[in-house]
């Protein structure tokens, strides 16, 4: 494979033979409690543990990602839980292309790639913005800390959800804030270790 991004996800979802948690990200399971139903877009969606979990809820779910490795498990477990009917997974280089419509949910969680990699994420997130429907919920999860065992370079500043939320230039009138700024949490890493780690948020409704 050429040494692009793609290649890079390909090589690290090929790599993992342990099946993924099944479990949602808690930050997904808050923000979404309470709103009803309709079409949500998992922008970075894995091996889509967050889209089994809002399909199970009674969203119509959209998951993107830059793997299709990842995204033949996750259409993999969908099928296993039966839920083929409300999810669909697209292939998608964010720097090139997006899915299609408006969504009610649209999620980023964590969509970082390696800085030797160009991911232009502003625009990615604006697209994002622009494809939320009115009455409908763009929740934005970021690192906000470095792990331990992460891949990030130990000297990089990461910016703030209020850094990252005016580099959107988003319109302050056709949005309400829901939160926006850092959360903890506890997190485990791929050899089991725990840390304590930062995530920047940002959640907003679209008016």
Known sequence: MTNTSKAFWEAHYSKLVKPSSGKPSKLLEHFTKGRIPARALDIGCSRGDDAIWLAKQGWQVTGVDISETALQ????????????????????????????????????????????????????????????????????????????????????????????????????????????????????????????VTDSVIALERI
């Open 73 to 196: 498990a996750a259409r993999d477990k969908t099928r296993e839980v039966g839920l083929s009917g409300q999810t669909n997974f697209e292939c998608h280089d964010l720097n090139t292309s997006f899915p299609e419509g408006e969504f009610d949910l649209i999620s980023a969680m964590y969509l970082h790639s390696p800085a030797e990699y160009t991911f232009h994420r502003v625009a990615t997130l604006q697209r994002a913005a622009a494809s939320t429907a009115s009455g409908g919920l763009l929740l934005i999860v970021a690192h906000g800390s470095r792990a331990p065992w992460s891949w990030a370079d130990p000297e990089f500043k990461f910016p703030t959800a209020e850094e990252e939320l005016k580099s959107l230039s988003l319109d302050d009138t056709r949005w309400k804030p829901l939160f926006v700024g850092p959360i903890e949490r506890q997190a485990i890493g791929p050899n089991g270790e725990t840390a304590t």
